[in-house]
């Protein structure tokens, strides 16, 4: 079997078109989105997340800005940056870069964002909510996921989901995700006694490990959806996922690529998150 592909590039870019509509329309009443991230230090990793997001939010006409923060940067200086972000009023979502270098306390500042801003869903309020079913912002990884996985048609009710990571950006929240949309969800993690046999039972599999080609076609249920949530890079510079693309698409009957998957889809996540956003708050 020859696995179908799930084009996250077009789904992305489909889906900014329209958020590009949307955010047109606001301004035609008056509203202006903006999106704001603040980054610390200098991680190439990192500046080249945050250029990503300001091109993105730039080009379907968010109020885009950027503040960039030297390494050294203390606690207390990042909580007044914060401080300012959650007063802005032309700024209605905001994120920092994760991870912050130590001594800075991650934890302190991600709970400082006011929660009607939090367009990453990394407060615990957001979370708890989240959790317990109720609307608010999606954490925008999972986010993304759920969207490719409804773009197949598959349904996702009554299916077996396993989840490979349980981290608090992208494991937790997409098992609870998926659990809300019925699935019957597996967590497994770095103590899971034996994976191949969890996931040759799951209908749809979600790979958030950070181990390159990790996932094989031979663990594999023929026919499942997989979600590529992996982005690891080779000592050649290559790209690849947390799945072995080759071997898997022998057996999936949907598979997402690396790259082209599932990150465009976080950025695009994260900008319809700001418009909802800037709609919350204008009561729109
Ligand atoms: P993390 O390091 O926080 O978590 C990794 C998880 O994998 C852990 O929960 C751990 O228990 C599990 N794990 C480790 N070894 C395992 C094993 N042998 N068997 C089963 N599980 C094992 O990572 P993360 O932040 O969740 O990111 C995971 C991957 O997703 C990384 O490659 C990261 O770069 C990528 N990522 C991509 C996007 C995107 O937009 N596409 C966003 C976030 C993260």
Known sequence: MSAQIIDGQAIAMEIRLALKQEVEALKQKGIFPGLAVIMVGDNPASQLYVKMK?????EIGLHSVV???????????????????????????????????????EREILE???PVKDVDCFHPYNVGR?????????????????????????????????????????????????MHRNATVAICHSKTRDLAAELRQADIVVAAVGIPRFITGEMLKPGAVVIDVGINRLPD??????????????????????????GPMTITMLLKNTVEAAKNQCKI
Request: glycine residues 10%; proline residues 8%; aromatic residues 4%.
């Open 112 to 114: 400082a964002i006011r």
């Open 130 to 178: 989240l959790l317990i079913g109720e609307t608010g912002f999606k954490p925008c990884t999972p986010l993304g996921c759920i969207t490719l996985l409804e773009r197949t048609g598959v349904p996702i009710e009554g299916k077996k989901a396993v989840v490979v990571g349980r981290s608090n950006i992208v494991g937790k929240p997409m098992a609870i995700l998926l």
């Open 237 to 262: 510079g290559k790209v690849v996922g947390d799945v072995d693309f080759v071997s898997a698409s022998q057996v999936a009957g949907w598979i997402t690529p690396v790259p082209r998957g599932v």
């Open 54 to 58: 300001e091109k993105a939010a730039q």
């Open 67 to 105: 503040r960039l923060k030297p390494t050294g940067t203390t606690q207390e200086e990042l909580m007044r940056e914060i401080e300012e972000m959650n007063e802005d009023p032309r700024i209605h979502g905001y994120m920092v870069q994760l991870p912050l270098a130590e001594p800075l306390r």
